[in-house]
């Protein structure tokens, strides 16, 4: 026993510190001085933690990314004050000049200074003169192209400059600020004025919706795992070399603690290497993004910095888990002094924990059903208890693939096709290696089909209806009028502008009884007179019969009237005078009276959903000049034979006033919450499925690699290219098809969950699912194009040679 007491002291010894940093330190020498094959493989292991680290600085950056952008917003802000301040020497008078074009919207302000020192809003250095505009560089450059030649129609500016960088919120921004004339504001309407520029929003935000919270949680989990498991997966690529030099380490008396270590270290190595490489790839993208739209958000390159902490821990986390990964996956491998055993005597993979995990998770979800985001003591833990549960799920079901690859297929037998021979046997022999380059698609199909599911939900539950009805007329704008004959000569406008179909016009005042109110006596009811022709009066009130001058009357609710008094009555006579404040004017009466012949109907919902009341008349009946201070509403219907039937509209609409909003009707409407974590997930979503792609094609690189001679055998022997082609499908097929079954039973369970957690009834997106499924045949058939011309390379005679 004494003998066996000395050696004793050793591990004790090679455990410190010291020990630990100097077989690290060795094993990166090997990543080093190996040889071609073993820089091939801290290359591969360093693309692969390159593209994972790459995507989690980005993910880092996302936050402050979004802070930047917003704290632009606030500064170059004009809304958001108590009151408009007194015209004065440092006020300026600004109204919205938004438009759109061809569905990319412009933000636009026209203004005019009241004084010598008037704010400047950022990004500018001297305020547009009438007839002037500053523009974005994005805006200026759509002008200058053919694809803005309708577009230039609608702005009557000369440019003066472009809009700096502190001035908008990103390179892609359509933004312009234009100068008109105090007369034009005057004419244009809806304008207002401020002193200062920015806005800070005031009070304690507004908590988000919680499906929408759950939908934020769940995301950043489905998009952040396949990155991590990527990462982990690409630190454990292995060669043949490396396993002859392990043996012969141990030949030369290491010990297996200290193989092990030594192996670790190579992998360190490859992961540092990896974070160079990531650094270099995140410095890449950012400068690519900088000028990339994804839609409809846009950033600076100089905003996307990873958030300090985040970029610590990834510094910190990959070369860490790289060493503790390849500890463990060196734990089931003999290495011994005349070589490296595998596959002796393996060990069936142990089903009860794997099972254990996605149990967990789903019973972190169970207590949340119905009640997440209700207030209570536990609030602040729910989105963490969510997210744990989540992750849990989503790990559990990766866990779970390698058993079931394991036990589908060493029910193989040994019939069928001489390469799905080839690709089975390989797949007997080591499983977990196909399992690991799956695993990514695994997780982000199954938390993806969750979140289709709850997307699916929370689109239905966040959509609104608008009550608008864009079949009986498709654009909507409000016409800035002062009196009732520009609203006709408008109307003229809009009728013979090219690519309109028919207009409903419509012209609404307010008109006064003859006396005071009998409950009050310093106000005086009044009652909305609307005209409008035949054609447009049945799109507002449910008519029979008319014809040009015609009068028809639609009583408002009873709460409408004051005392109940409804004045407007068949031969009644009402006021058409007010004064410059908008009230009644009683000592200046002039009269109309309402015909005896009026006709009472029914009031109908209008193409945008308003229901009108009061009295309508036809022209015949009601000169519109008459009407003091009329608002004109346009309902245009459009020919769908004229492509940019809208933008001329709209061009008509700014030349009649900048200030003037086309509305496109749509019947569902949803919040701008909603609308952007979509976007958000979307673009991380498109990053993920990009990584996964890429991480199996590294890792079908690196099993090609570890096989060159088994494959220049084979060819030696005549196996034909398209039979090893075949059964490298066959090879990527069988696992990808596993994990993707898989993963649809778990992403249904979380899905599952994850509505009751909202209250929400279980609704499967059955087309998001088909499109999962196609994209796992699409990772397939990319994986193995990319494969076939190394595969081919790998093919030869010379591959037989060693040394």
Not at 197 to 205: F, I, M, S, V
Request: charged share 20%; hydrophobic share 45%; glycine share 10%.
């Amino acid at each position: 026993m004494s003998g066996q007491d000395a050696p004793a002291q050793e591990p004790r010894a090679r455990v410190s510190v010291a020990r630990w940093a100097a077989d690290l330190a060795m094993g990166a020498r090997f990543a080093v001085t190996g040889g071609r094959e073993s820089w091939a493989r801290t290359i591969m292991t360093a693309v692969g933690v390159g593209l994972g680290v790459a995507l989690l600085l980005l993910a880092s950056s996302a936050p402050a990314a979004y802070d930047l952008r917003g704290e632009r917003s606030d500064r170059r802000a004009a809304l958001g004050f108590q009151e408009d301040p007194e015209p004065g020497p440092e006020t300026i008078r600004l109204g919205q000049a938004n438009t759109t074009y061809r569905d990319q919207d412009i933000e636009g302000l026209v203004m005019a200074p009241d004084g010598d020192s008037p704010p400047k809003p950022p990004g500018i250095s001297q305020l547009p003169d009438p007839g002037q505009m500053w523009v974005s560089p994005a805006l200026k450059k759509l002008l200058d192209s053919d694809e803005g030649k309708l577009l230039r129609d609608r702005f009557p500016y000369r440019t003066i400059g472009t809009i700096s960088h502190d001035g908008l919120s990103g390179p892609t921004d359509l933004r312009y600020y234009a100068g008109i004339t105090h007369k034009a504001f005057d004419r244009a309407g809806g304008d207002y004025r401020i002193d200062r520029w920015g806005t800070k929003n005031a009070g304690k935000p507004q908590p988000l919706n919680p499906a929408l919270l759950l939908l934020v949680i769940v995301g950043c989990v489905v998009l952040l795992l396949p990155v991590l498991i990527f990462i982990a997966t690409a630190t454990r690529f292995g060669g043949e070399r490396r396993d002859r030099r392990l043996a012969a380490l141990r030949l030369v008396g290491a010990d297996i603690q200290m193989t092990r270590r030594i192996a670790a270290g190579e992998s360190l190595f490859g992961s540092l290497l990896g974070l160079a490489v990531g650094a270099g790839l995140f410095v890449l993208a950012r400068e690519i993004i900088g000028g990339v739209e994804v839609w409809d958000v846009s950033f600076f390159a100089s905003d996307i910095v990873p958030s300090a902490p985040l970029a610590l821990t990834i510094a910190v986390a990959v070369p860490a888990s790289a060493v503790m990964v390849t500890l463990a996956a060196l734990r089931g491998i003999a290495i011994e002094p005349l070589g490296v055993v595998r596959n002796a005597a393996p060990r069936r993979r142990r089903l009860w924990w794997r099972l254990l995990l996605p149990l967990l998770g789903l019973g972190l979800l169970l207590p949340l059903a119905g009640g997440f985001g209700s207030d209570s003591t536990s609030g602040d833990i729910k989105p963490y208890q969510a997210a744990i549960g989540a992750v849990l799920v989503l790990v559990g079901t990766t866990a779970l693939l390698p058993w079931v690859v394991e036990a589908v297929v060493e029910r193989f037998g040994g019939k069928g096709s001489v390469p799905w021979q080839l690709a089975t046997r390989r797949l007997q022999l080591s499983s977990g290696t196909a399992s690991r380059a799956v695993s990514g698609i695994t997780v982000a199909v199954a938390g993806a089909l969750a979140l289709q599911m709850l997307f699916a939900s929370v689109e239905a539950q966040d959509s609104t209806s608008t009550g608008q009805d864009p079949r009986r007329a498709q654009l909507m704008t409000n016409v800035p009028v002062s009196n009732g004959a520009e609203a006709r000569a408008a109307f003229e406008r809009y009728r013979a502008t090219k690519g309109v179909r028919d207009l409903l016009g419509v012209t609404e005042d307010y008109v006064s009884a003859l006396h005071h109110s009998k409950d009050d006596p310093s106000s005086v009811p009044e009652e909305a007179l609307t005209v409008a022709d035949c054609p447009a009066l049945r799109e507002v009130i449910r008519v029979t019969s008319c014809k040009n001058g015609d009068v028809f009357l639609v009583d408002s609710p009873a709460d409408y009237y004051e005392g109940g008094e409804k004045f407007a009555k068949p031969g009644a006579q009402i006021n058409l005078t007010y004064r410059d404040d908008g009230t009644p004017d009683l000592s200046k009466k002039k009269l109309w009276t309402i015909p005896r012949s009026a006709t009472k109907v029914k009031s109908r919902p209008d193409p945008i959903g308003a229901q009108r009341s009061g009295i309508f008349a036809t022209p015949g009946a009601f000169d519109v000049a008459d009407l003091p201070d009329p608002q004109a509403v346009a309902m245009i219907r459009l020919d769908p034979k004229v492509p940019d039937a809208t933008e001329y509209v709209r061009n008509v609409s700014a030349a009649l006033s900048p200030t003037i909003d086309v509305m496109r009707l749509s019947s569902t409407a949803q919040s701008d919450e909603f609308t952007v974590i979509r976007k958000s997930l979307f673009i991380g979503a498109t990053a993920t499925l990009l990584l996964i792609g890429a991480s199996m094609i590294v890792t079908t690189l690196e099993q090609l690699r570890e096989r060159k001679r088994l494959l220049s055998v084979l060819v030696a022997f005549g196996t034909r290219r398209t039979t090893l082609s075949w059964s490298v499908l066959w090879q990527t097929a069988v696992p990808v098809v596993l994990g993707l079954a898989l993963s649809i039973a778990g992403g249904l369970a979380l899905g599952v969950m994850l509505l009751k957690m909202v209250g929400q009834p279980l609704t499967v997106d059955w087309a998001g699912l088909g499109t999962m499924t196609g994209v796992g045949a699409g990772v397939i058939l990319l994986v193995t194009l990319v494969s076939l011309p190394p595969l081919w390379r790998m093919m030869r005679p010379e591959g037989l040679r060693t040394e």
